[in-house]
């Protein structure tokens, strides 16, 4: 993590990471004004906090309270060297905890990672750079001797040239990685979680056998995510972009609307509008892009390559954002291998769905087939070992596909996790399944896990292969677990040149009577996005219709301009709200695309809550007490944001009784809810505050400073497209 650090008055210090601010001082005696910690306390509060997490996850998934449990840490420093120092960490616990779970607590804190981390002794490198910005490896492993050359299946290269390769092309781009968390719980499955240190907004995950090959994995992803605009779906992109020479890519085209707001002829191709317009529902303006929102300009549209005769096809950015997500993209050391990539995570997600929809049952793999792969068995046994069951199924269906999954059973609580991984060699899906299984996952995290169900019902909600998509943890049949299975376990393999991989894997996309559509991405690398319509996509085509991201562009500007709207336009908007479909309990930052503060008001708005005030802005306060007890009933917000509305309703319970008089009660209501709290109530009331909380903004994104973070990441790889583009 990187932690940037500002020099303010006298000998304060500001150090920023993540979305957080920490101030330190010194104190009077060491001439500093003593208004913060000393870096030193915080080091000393930062294992105690770390101890006490420790705790609260062990009785969380205990089911014990942690009310009367008590933890504490003295550091006693040697008289004769004050770096040799013990920290004490001592532990009050009610006498209605076991024994077994006492021993539990204290071994939990022995997890600690602050405590590990000095324990292990952690090496200081001190040096100056030209710029903090620059040096996107510096944060990355050793990259070895230059020497090692380590090959694994299916990449043309040996890791450590993968790795140094994509650590160049990002550090040309001016983006810093870094790491922040490894994960190795069991032998031979290695996962992190990378990002850009400017804009945290972009991450990845990396999964693999060894630490060299997680760390390619990541960084193939980062890269493939860049190329496909991933990282920046749904948010808006500012009016500086929107209404640049290009938006998404130099060779995007624009449609114009229709008069008539049918498609415009030129988007898609009659194979693909039968497919996402078959009742004739869809119009243009369903289909305008929501990073632009640029509805004079048109539907920007993608290009991509028809695979069965080479001819371009233009799809709207509108829909492949808000139906594929990141299914079916990739970055390689080359194009080929970066198809083998994309097919091969289409088939592992459209099978998986198969499986999980109709309930199939698939056989185990023979033991004696696994054992050919020492290091998985390896990893089996070490999940085993800690009481997780596992069973490894072949999930190609006969052959025909090129997907494993690798299913664990937790005792404990009666979850099951399906993992699923494809790739035309064998060895390379059970690997993935394996890894994917335990990507970025604690033993505790297995905990969340859900329970198997007959209820076929929930199994088939789109919302649970969104979630099997997401990180797998939807939920699947017990038919699953059948000894009676559907399908004779097949030793297959798929395996050959990352060419003959991919002609492979298309020609059995041919055999299912599917069309694919290609773009091809050279800007940063080797990188492409593969389409395959009624096949490939994550969300119902209905939602192009019945829940486009692009709704955002009916309430952004508006919401964003809130406090410059006149009674006429705040009507107008509350009223839109009203009227829309859209759950009270959305959060404003995913409704309009743009990046808050979580810590912030902005950042945990709702539709519901905006309501409110916009109700109580226009003195509409019996609308506003109606939304205020919802609000009470169901508020997911901050304590302070929730003392509020508390102290809302009950002010407004007494100005909207004629029989009651709020002088009667504001001196009690003070000493219930607090002088700062009763200003900006009654202030709410009365007109003299409003949007109690709401930053000013407008649609020049002033203030949202993670927002314009998101916004400068992207403008790096705009402007690297119209370099070379040659677009001034």
Not at 79 to 99: G, W
Not at 414 to 433: D, K, Q, W, Y
Not at 492 to 509: A, R, V
Request: charge should be negative; charged fraction near 25%; include cysteine.
């Amino acid at each position: 993590m990187e932690i940037k650090v500002n020099f303010l008055d006298n000998l304060r210090l500001e150090a920023k990471f993540d979305d957080y601010t920490v101030i330190a001082d010194q104190p009077i005696r060491y001439k500093g004004d003593a208004s913060a910690p000393g870096p030193f306390d915080y080091f000393l509060a930062s294992s105690a906090l770390c101890a006490a997490y420790f705790v609260k996850v062990y009785c969380a998934g205990k089911g014990i309270s942690t009310d009367d449990i008590r933890l504490s840490q003295n550091n006693i420093v040697d008289p004769e060297d004050r770096y040799n120092q013990i920290f004490q960490i001592q532990v009050e616990l009610p006498d209605t905890i076991s024994d077994k779970d006492r021993a539990g607590i204290l071994r939990s804190i022995e997890r600690c990672t602050v405590k590990k981390v000095i324990q292990a002794g952690p090496e200081f490198k001190i040096e100056t750079v030209e710029s903090l910005d620059a040096d996107a490896q510096a944060m990355l492993m050793g990259q070895g001797d230059g020497e090692a050359k380590t090959f694994i299946l299916g990449k043309d290269l040996p890791l450590e040239q993968t790795i140094t390769n994509m650590t160049r092309l990002l550090a040309d781009l001016g983006m810093k990685i870094e790491i922040s968390s490894w994960r190795n719980i069991v032998p031979n499955v290695w996962s992190l979680h990378i990002r850009d240190a400017a804009s945290p907004m972009c991450f990845t995950n990396g999964k693999g056998a060894t630490k060299e090959s997680a760390l390619c994995s990541a960084l193939g992803e980062f890269i493939e995510r860049l190329n496909c605009n991933f990282f920046y779906n749904d948010q808006f992109f500012g009016q500086d972009i929107a209404n640049s020479e290009f938006v998404h890519y130099p060779n995007e085209k624009w449609f114009k609307l229709t008069d008539d707001d049918s498609l415009p002829e030129g988007i898609l191709d009659d194979y693909t509008r039968e497919i996402y317009d078959p009742e004739d529902e869809l119009r243009g303006s369903h289909l305008i892009d929501t990073n632009s929102g640029n509805s004079e300009r048109g539907i920007c549209s993608i290009p991509y390559i028809r695979q069965s005769d080479g001819k371009t096809v233009y799809f709207p950015s509108n829909l492949i954002e808000n139906l594929f997500l990141s299914n079916g993209m990739s970055a390689g050391n080359n194009v080929n291998e970066a198809k083998v990539q994309c097919l091969s995570e289409i088939f592992e997600r459209a099978v998986k769905r198969q499986i999980i929809e109709q309930e199939i049952v698939l056989p185990d793999v023979p033991q004696e087939v696994i054992n050919k792969y020492p290091g998985i068995v390896e990893g089996i046994k070490a999940l085993e070992a800690q009481g997780f069951p596992v069973v490894v199924k072949d999930a190609s269906l006969g052959g025909q596909f090129p997907v494993m999954c690798v299913t664990l059973m937790n005792p404990k609580t009666g979850g099951v996790f399906a993992s699923f991984g494809a790739h035309p060699s064998f060895e390379a899906a059970l690997e993935r399944s394996l890894t994917e299984l335990l990507q970025g996952r604690s033993f505790e995290g297995l905990n969340d896990v859900p329970r198997p169900t007959f209820n076929s019902m929930e199994i088939s909600e789109p919302e649970n292969f969104v979630e099997h998509f997401i990180d797998s943890t939807g939920v699947i049949s017990w038919h699953f677990f059948s000894a009676k299975h559907d399908y004779e376990f097949c030793e297959w393999d798929f395996s050959g040149t990352n060419k003959e991989e991919s002609d492979c894997l298309f020609g059995i996309l041919e055999t299912l009577g599917k069309e694919s559509y290609i773009a091809e991405f050279s800007a940063l690398g080797s990188a492409c996005r593969i389409l395959v319509p009624d096949y490939s996509e994550i969300y119902p085509v209905e939602d192009l219709v019945w829940d486009n991201t692009n709704k955002a562009l009916a309430y952004r500007e508006d919401i964003l301009n809130i406090h410059a709207l006149d009674n006429d336009a705040l009507t107008s908007l509350v009223e839109r709200l009203e009227e829309s479909q859209i759950d009270n309990y959305t959060d404003i930052p995913t409704l309009i695309g743009i990046v808050f503060d979580e810590n912030t008001a902005w950042g945990q708005l709702t539709v519901l809550e905006l309501k409110i005030l916009a109700y109580l802005a226009l003195g509409a306060l019996e609308e506003a007490i109606e939304l205020v007890e919802m609000n009470l009933q169901y508020n997911d917000n901050t304590v302070e944001r929730g003392l509020f509305y508390q102290a809302m309703h009950a002010v407004l319970e007494v100005t909207l009784d004629e029989d009651l008089e709020l002088e009667h009660y504001i001196v009690n209501f003070k000493r219930m809810f607090g002088e700062e709290v009763m200003a900006n109530v009654v202030g709410s009331i009365t007109g003299d505050v409003k949007f109690f909380g709401l930053t000013k903004t407008s649609m020049k994104l002033e203030g949202l400073d993670k927002h314009l973070r998101l916004i400068d990441s992207y403008k790096k790889l705009h402007q690297l497209r119209a370099m070379q583009a040659g677009i001034n």
